[in-house]
Each structure stands twice: as C-alpha cells, then as structure tokens.
C-alpha cells in the first residue's frame, strides 16, 4: 500500500514537472539569460560586433559621469514623491468607492481607472498640449486669477518635474486603486459595525481596521510602483525629451540615448541599466522587510 502511494505520488511529481519546465525554460531564455549577458557586456567597451574587456572601467565612468548622476537623481526624485502621492491617493480614493451608499460608484471607478489603458505616448502628447505655455491649463489658472503669468510647464527645470509627477500620478493611480477595491471588498463589514459600536469615527476605522488589512497589498503596489516609477521612459520622452537640459532626463532615457543617439556604447549603456536591477533589489528587499507581518 505504502509503496504504491509513493509510485502515485512519483507520478504525480513527473506530471507536474511537465508543466513547469516549459515556464523555467522560457524564463531562463527570456530573463536569466539576458541578465547574465547584460553584466558581462557592461564589462566590455565598444559596439555590439566590436567589444573589448574592459573590467569595471564602465562602472567607474559612472562615479564622474555628470548626465547619469542627474538621470539617477531624477529617477529618484520622482519614485520618494510620487510613488507616496499615487499610494496615498489610491487609497482615499478606494475607500471612498466602496462606499455602498454613493451613488454611480461604477461609473467613477471606470473613469478614474481608464487612464490605465490609454497609449503612454497618446496621453504625454495630450498632457504636452495641455500644460503648454499658451495651453489649458495656463488658460484656466490665469482666468481663476491664480497666476498672473503662464507657467513654463516643459522648460522650467523645477515645473518640468511636477509635469512629469503629475502625468504619472494621473495614469496609474487608477491601477492601484483596482487592488484596493479588491482588498477592501474582501473584508467583513461586520468589523466596521463593531468598531461603529464602541465609537470610532471614519479616519480611526481607516487608520486602525482598512490600513493593517491591506498591508500586504499596499506592499505589493508599493514595490510595483517602484520599479515602474525606476524604468519611467515614456512620459519624460515624450512630454520633455528629457529637457531643459537634461533636468528632467530619466534612467531608462539616458540607457536609450547611450545606445541610440549617442555614439553607441553598449557596455557603458549595460552598465548604466545594472544600476536599475540594483535599486530595484535594494529598495523592493527594504520594502519587504518593512511590511514583513513576522516581526
């Protein structure tokens, strides 16, 4: 009996292994592989036909090179002020839609989570139009009397950054929201009773009942955010270009300018990239051990 459930088992372990190799394969193809030959390019110099070893000659390049340290000051500008905006906003705006009483919750879901599907470069070229110096919103900030001259949205170096804040914070609040909602309907309403019988008001229940119960996909947002918010490309591209002068130029941009625009340097360029898969792992482990629930 014993040694024919173990046959079964054995079976059973084959059969599974049939359908996990076929993911391993493809991941180890498509992502590990990849990986690997992106560190032992970024030891080499020269274009993809001509490279030569060059050891961590690419890496110390990065310790003097002026471009990438405002790239990586940027990034990192954008991910501490508005990955937290987009987090925070999300939640307010979850928790006022799962109200039972409001009225066209549907409708205001569908709208708030739409920018989520629109074309990157369709809704940057839109916001370009919109935040122009003679555009919108210059427009309606001038006639409510809030400014008494337009703004330079896309030249100022300082506004240039908001613009790019607030375009990313537009598309992908909705996303987060989504898995909120999710979370929140997932919990019982009995507890909010209880907690409106002993007295606590709407912030005491938010703050002590709805933020411990999604930690754990607060968590997962937060580090989906900050990767997104690390390989942010399409808005600076396209709203900016990266200008002026560079003061709005991202990570990504500067990778894609060093292999496209630039005179090609591959190695430099598989370099700059590692720096992301290092913030990512940095940040997304901090990130874990600070939501950890064993502690």
């Known amino acids: 009996m014993y040694k024919s459930h173990s046959s079964v088992q ?6 599974s292994w049939l359908f996990i190799i076929p993911s391993m394969a493809l ?4 992502v590990f592989y990849p990986m690997v030959q992106a560190f032992f390019t970024s030891l080499q110099t020269g274009m993809a036909n ?7 000659a690419n890496y110390e390049r990065l310790l003097t090179d002026s471009t990438f340290k405002k790239a ?3 990034t990192v500008l954008y991910l501490v002020i508005q990955v937290p905006i987009m987090i925070i906003l999300a939640l307010v705006i ?4 799962n109200n039972k009483k409001l009225k066209f919750r549907g409708f205001f879901r569908t709208a ?4 989520c599907v629109t074309s990157l470069v369709a809704y940057s070229i839109i916001f370009k139009s919109l935040f122009a110096t003679d555009g919108f919103v210059n427009a309606i900030l001038m006639n409510l009397h809030i400014i008494s001259n337009p703004i330079a949205w896309i030249t100022d170096p300082v506004f240039a950054r908001v613009l790019i804040i607030i375009a990313i914070t537009w598309r992908w609040t909705g996303y987060n929201m989504v898995f909120y909602l999710s ?3 997932s919990i019982d309403d009995s507890i ?3 907690a409106s019988i002993d007295g606590a008001n709407g912030f005491q229940k938010f703050k002590s009942i709805t933020l411990p119960l999604l930690k754990p996909i607060i968590l997962f947002t937060t580090i989906n955010s900050t990767i997104g918010t690390l390989q942010l490309f399409d808005e600076t591209v396209n709203i900016t270009n990266g200008g002026p002068a560079n003061a709005t130029i991202t990570i990504s941009q500067y990778i894609y300018n060093l292999l496209f625009k630039y005179q090609p340097n591959f190695g430099y360029a598989a370099a700059v990239s590692y720096v992301i898969v290092v913030l990512i792992v940095i940040l997304s482990f901090i990130q874990m051990k600070v939501g950890d629930d064993k502690e």
């Open 183 to 185: 979370g929140l309907q």
């Open 50 to 56: 001509n490279l030569s070893f060059s050891g961590a």
């Open 10 to 15: 054995m079976r059973q372990n084959r059969r």
């Open 94 to 97: 979850s928790s006022m839609l």
């Open 27 to 30: 991941i180890i193809a498509f």
């Open 192 to 194: 909010y009773e209880a």
């Open 112 to 115: 708030i989570f739409l920018p």
């Open 72 to 74: 990586l000051f940027n």
